[in-house]
């Protein structure tokens, strides 16, 4: 048997978490030996870990200034992580060697983990990427821009892309190990594993040899509470935002308003806000629910663009409302819309009128009849023949 190692080092919030547990868990069926190494660890149910131990993982803390803002690819983003300077970026790969050797792992299972690939070049050690295309850009020179919509911007990506290739050869020399050519070597590794459609890729200029390797995404659709719409309901809404979120309280007040049925998940909205926003026809949760139980008479969903709940949703024909609080949300966000099943709000604009907006999207049917155009093209998606699938690609590299 052997000892696998699941890396997550950039990003935030539990969609990273949900994308690496069904894999380890199989891994550790198997008879394998699983460890994790998290970014954040707060938001880890531990119940959800079968006993695999899970450690925090070495990160970048510091706050920079002087560095391009808004970053448009992968390599301006890293610039932020301790590429911007050798000393900086050799203690951080002199870590992430410590931690790996202590772990000594067969194979790196990594998740958004480029220092971690990094030090894994470093020990000679076999990589495998997990995730969404978001996470593994098109490997070109220089590595593409995740802003598509903007303009002449090609000399900027090619010194940001300059600049970290060439901090990234100073660390190898140091470390005795071979140079890359630009920092799209950084993904050549043994196996790039899309947990996605390549419809629903973040970036949409990769090769077509890489168009195998995507898998499908990784949701669960049976964990947590089980709930109901109630009965002789007509317009029925799912809704996951979070708390914090700047316009909750007027979409649930323009949802209640239309007399809409309301599924809510909200987590860690505070007791009397719950009491506050609940009606008669809108039902609000705190904690996870069994989305199997809702997707089947749901007319719409509402949420952020996050690549698990999106997912589910496309496939479950469920139009959606989209409200991206990040780059990477908007990216997938547009991609749904593009495949004319579902709208983007853009909350930097002019604050929306959400009763007209809601009413217009239940009544766009071509909304609906797009998602089950899509869906029907992967009607035959199984996650467990995808996670073993998955798994038995993760084995190969050591055969």
């Not at 949300?329 to 930097?348: K, S």
């Amino acid at each position: 048997m052997s000892n696998f190692l699941f890396t997550w080092e950039l990003g935030s919030n539990s969609g990273h978490i949900a994308e690496i547990l069904p894999i380890a868990k199989l891994l550790k069926k198997r008879g394998h030996t699983v460890n994790l190494l998290f970014r954040e660890i707060h938001e880890i149910n531990l119940n959800d870990l079968n006993n695999i131990p899970v450690f925090q993982a070495p990160v970048w803390l510091a706050n920079l200034s002087g560095l391009p803002e808004n970053p448009i690819s992968l390599p301006e983003v890293l610039l932020y992580c301790g590429y911007h300077q050798e000393t900086y970026l050799t203690k951080m790969i002199d870590v992430w060697c410590n931690t790996l050797k202590k772990f000594n792992p067969d194979v790196l299972i990594a998740n958004y983990s480029p220092t971690a690939i990094l030090a894994s070049r470093v020990l000679n050690l076999p990589v495998v990427t997990i995730g969404t295309g978001f996470y593994t850009p098109p490997q070109l020179n220089p590595l593409p821009s995740a802003r598509p919509w903007l303009k002449n911007v090609e000399q900027r990506l090619l010194d940001s892309d300059n600049r970290v290739t060439k901090t990234i050869n100073s660390v190898l020399n140091h470390f005795g190990s071979e140079s890359i050519t630009s920092c799209a070597d950084l993904f050549n590794v043994n196996k790039n594993l899309f947990l996605t459609y390549s419809e629903l890729d973040h970036f949409q200029n990769r090769e077509a040899n890489q168009l195998n390797d995507f898998v499908g995404p990784i949701f669960e659709m049976s964990k947590g509470l089980k709930v109901a719409w109630p009965e002789d309901t007509n317009i029925k809404v799912f809704l996951y935002l979070r708390p914090d979120f700047r316009d909750l309280a007027l979409i649930i007040k323009s949802l209640s308003e239309l007399n809409y049925t309301v599924i809510a998940v909200i987590p860690g909205l505070s007791k009397p806000d719950k009491e506050k926003f609940g009606s008669n026809n809108v039902q609000i949760f705190t904690e996870s629910i069994q989305l199997d139980s809702v997707v089947d008479d749901c007319d719409l969903a509402i949420g952020y663009g996050g690549h698990g709940l999106t997912s589910a949703m496309l496939l479950a024909n469920i139009p959606q409302a989209m409200f991206p609080l990040n780059l990477e949300q908007f990216l997938l966000a547009q991609r749904i819309e593009a495949l004319g099943a579902g709208i983007v709000i853009n909350i930097e604009n002019d604050l929306p009128n959400y009763y007209e907006l809601f009413v217009q999207a239940i009544s766009n049917k071509k909304l609906k009849k797009s998602c089950i155009q899509f869906s029907k093209k992967y009607l035959g998606h199984n996650q467990e023949s995808q996670l073993n699938y998955i798994a038995d690609q993760i084995e190969k590299i050591l055969e």
